[in-house]
């Protein structure tokens, strides 16, 4: 089974709405965190928010929110007032507890959904 | 600028050679990953190093190896390429401490194999 599931290969948004974008994850692990980034055109991973599995609120990040539905698996990214720069590939990630001691943090990522800004 | 540097940006080379791709990560961070991102398997993790010493392996091919210097640079060597390893590797790197750090990346080396 897939860790990371992103549905939506691509979604369209009109400049200065706010956009939702899916992402379920699949853990038997307590502790773990949750990343989404950011892909332009250019090819570079921008960091854009991260929520603990133990954290109680939401993230936030400016205009970026991270609806947090833990029963459900879900990890969902917000971008409120949308801009022309939005436009790129988000991407979901997890990274799990691992054991203690020396641990492997690796990020296990979803395929992506490609954004495009409407003016 | 997320403070990771990847050296070169991009690279084009031929069937069987060998390739080093070279990774500085943000001062202070201890751990370096190296990633792999093709159109048919996405995003891929292949390799950790914390502090100099290997801590986790991912889909690393057996011609692929990487190694963290002292000054806690790291390198990713892929020899006897081939058509299939074309892709955007990253480094990203994060201080691991104690928990749930975040990763950055570096901006990326684009092989292309011919």
């Known amino acids: 089974a897939q860790k990371i599931t992103q549905t939506q290969p691509g979604m369209f948004v009109q400049e200065k709405e706010a956009v939702t974008l899916d992402c379920t994850y699949d853990t038997s692990d307590q502790s773990y965190g949750l990343f989404w980034y950011k892909q332009p055109s250019s090819g570079e991973m921008i960091f854009l928010i991260y929520?603990?599995?133990?954290?109680?609120q939401n993230a936030t990040e400016g205009r970026y929110s991270l609806n947090f539905q833990k029963a459900r698996k879900s990890a969902n990214l917000v971008i409120s007032a949308s801009q022309l720069g939005d436009s790129a590939m988000y991407f979901c990630a997890m990274r799990e507890g691992g054991s203690a001691g020396g641990s492997n943090y690796k990020l296990t990522f979803g395929k992506g959904t490609l954004l495009t800004v409407n003016p | 600028d997320s403070g990771v540097t990847q050296t070169p940006k991009h690279l084009i080379t031929a069937t069987g050679q060998r390739v080093t791709l070279r990774c500085s990560p943000r001062?202070?961070?201890?751990?370096v990953y190296w990633y792999q991102q093709s159109l048919d398997q996405g995003l891929q993790f292949l390799i950790q190093y914390y502090n100099g010493e290997e801590r986790a392996k991912g889909n690393i091919l057996e011609r692929f190896s990487a190694q963290q210097f002292p000054d806690l640079h790291s390198e990713l060597n892929l020899s006897s390429l081939e058509l299939g390893d074309s892709a955007l590797y990253f480094c990203?790197?994060?201080?691991?401490?104690?928990?749930?750090?975040?990763?950055?990346f570096g901006p990326g080396t684009r092989l292309l194999v011919l």
């Open positions: 929520q603990g599995s133990y954290d109680e």
């Open positions: 990203a790197s994060s201080a691991d401490g104690t928990g749930m750090e975040t990763q950055y």
């Open positions: 001062s202070g961070d201890l751990s």
